[in-house]
């Protein structure tokens, strides 16, 4: 069965300070993967997607990034946080393009102080 | 811009009776919707979605009736159970990787 993990659940970081967020998928080969953000009291914000090994479509304009170094990894980033990142991060992923159902991690809790 | 909407924050139902959760959308362009339940500190887990080609798919107590000429979208539960008490959300799908989310509704089911 697919599985999908995220860490770490929390972080607390300074304003300015880099950042790095995992996300692994096992049990499938070559899954979209999405990240979201959830900030408190709205919806899900989708922020990027990957379709393959190095591509990465970008829906937001932020200082976030994301790659993809492996087929089942995913990883996003900042050089400099800022207060307003801060918010909740889930890693989703989807397979069978006929269902378009999609899988989401445990999530991370980021605030950023 | 909103282009998913779930109007109403929360919801309190008596156990057994039935729940509707509402959407509304304002692009005719989607191509099909998804609703998900998520837990408190948890990623939301898929409960049903539909294609926009049709107006109704159910699966157990769960069922989702779509009104395009409306851009409506609802989430019917029957009979509702303490453990339905979690926030909803309805998402619409453009193309293939666009997902767009709701909100969410606040549902908490009563014994």
């Known amino acids: 069965s697919q599985t999908i993990h995220q860490w770490p659940a929390t972080l607390v970081q300074p304003v300015g300070s880099p950042l790095s967020l995992e996300c692994t998928v096992e049990g499938t080969s070559n899954p979209n993967l999405y990240w979201y953000r959830q900030a408190a009291g709205r919806g899900l914000q989708l922020l990027f997607y990957s379709v393959g090994i190095g591509q990465i479509s970008s829906e937001v304009p932020q200082n976030l990034s994301a790659s993809r170094p492996q087929d089942r990894q995913f990883i996003l980033s900042s050089k400099k946080l800022l207060l307003s990142d801060s918010g909740f991060y889930l890693c989703?992923?989807?397979?069978?393009?006929?269902?378009?159902?999609?899988?989401f991690g445990p999530g991370t809790r980021l605030t950023v102080t | 811009d909103q282009q998913v909407k779930q109007n109403s924050p929360s919801l309190s139902v008596q156990e057994g009776r039935i729940s509707i959760l509402n959407c509304d959308y304002t692009n005719s362009m989607f191509d099909y919707f998804l609703w998900y339940k998520k837990y408190p500190a948890e990623g939301p887990t898929f409960l049903i979605s539909?294609?926009?080609?049709?107006d109704k798919n159910e699966d157990g107590r769960f069922t989702v009736f779509l009104n395009k000429s409306a851009k409506h979208l609802s989430l019917h539960i029957v009979p509702s159970q303490p453990g339905d008490s979690a926030v909803y959300f309805c998402?619409?799908?453009?193309?293939?990787?666009?997902?767009?989310f709701g909100t969410g509704t606040r549902l908490k089911v009563l014994a």
């Open positions: 989703a992923w989807s397979g069978d393009k006929s269902s378009y159902e999609q899988y």
């Open positions: 539909i294609s926009s080609i049709k």
């Open positions: 998402a619409a799908l453009r193309g293939t990787y666009k997902y767009i």
